[in-house]
């Protein structure tokens, strides 16, 4: 007696069919929906460090990047709150709530970059030769270890 697996299925079937689901992507759906609609009464600054994470019984539950953009959303609280709830989706809001969550994904740092040229690290190397200091030397040996033939 073989085990033979279910034949796959199309995910657009899996999402229709399969209950908990289609429960999941329902309420990815409306997320992304009331998402779009906030990020409508946004300014552009601010639409990228502020998320819809929950609405019920009236409260809307805003995911914020960072206590700046916090504040800044908390100034503004009123006017928004004002504006969300002219649109139908949003008809029972009474208030907007802020949680302050930082990404969990971190943004690489964009720095200087250490591009040194084959003659600079050469020199360095010379310098280093001539250094006694040994923690001077392991130092510049290392910096001369960072020279890259030109392209």
């Known amino acids: 007696?073989?085990?033979?697996?279910?034949?796959?299925?199309v995910p657009?079937?899996?999402?229709?069919?399969?209950?908990?689901?289609?429960?999941?992507?329902?309420?990815?759906k409306r997320l992304g929906h009331l998402q779009r609609l906030l990020d409508s009464q946004l300014q552009p600054?601010?639409?990228?460090?502020?998320?819809?994470?929950?609405?019920?019984?009236?409260?809307?539950?805003l995911i914020v990047?960072?206590?700046?953009?916090?504040?800044?959303l908390r100034y503004?609280?009123?006017?928004?709150?004002?504006?969300?709830?002219?649109f139908e989706e949003f008809a029972g809001l009474t208030r907007i709530?802020?949680?302050?969550?930082?990404?969990t994904v971190q943004v690489a740092?964009?720095?200087?970059?250490?591009?040194?040229?084959?003659d600079a690290a050469a020199t360095i190397q010379a310098t280093a030769?001539?250094?006694?200091d040994p923690n001077l030397r392991a130092a510049l040996e290392r910096l001369a270890a960072h020279g890259r033939p030109k392209d």
Do not use: N, Y
């Not at 990047?65 to 800044?72: I, S």
């Not at 740092?109 to 084959?118: A, E, I, R």
């Open 1 to 9: 007696m073989a085990f033979r697996p279910l034949p796959a299925k």
């Open 12 to 28: 657009a079937v899996l999402l229709r069919e399969a209950k908990p689901l289609k429960a999941i992507f329902g309420h990815a």
């Open 45 to 61: 600054a601010a639409r990228e460090h502020c998320h819809v994470a929950s609405w019920r019984e009236g409260s809307l539950l």
């Open 65 to 72: 990047t960072d206590g700046h953009w916090a504040t800044r």
């Open 76 to 86: 503004q609280q009123k006017r928004l709150l004002r504006q969300l709830q002219a």
């Open 97 to 103: 709530l802020f949680k302050v969550q930082p990404p």
């Open 109 to 118: 740092v964009k720095g200087h970059t250490l591009d040194l040229s084959t």
């Open 129 to 132: 030769d001539g250094i006694s």
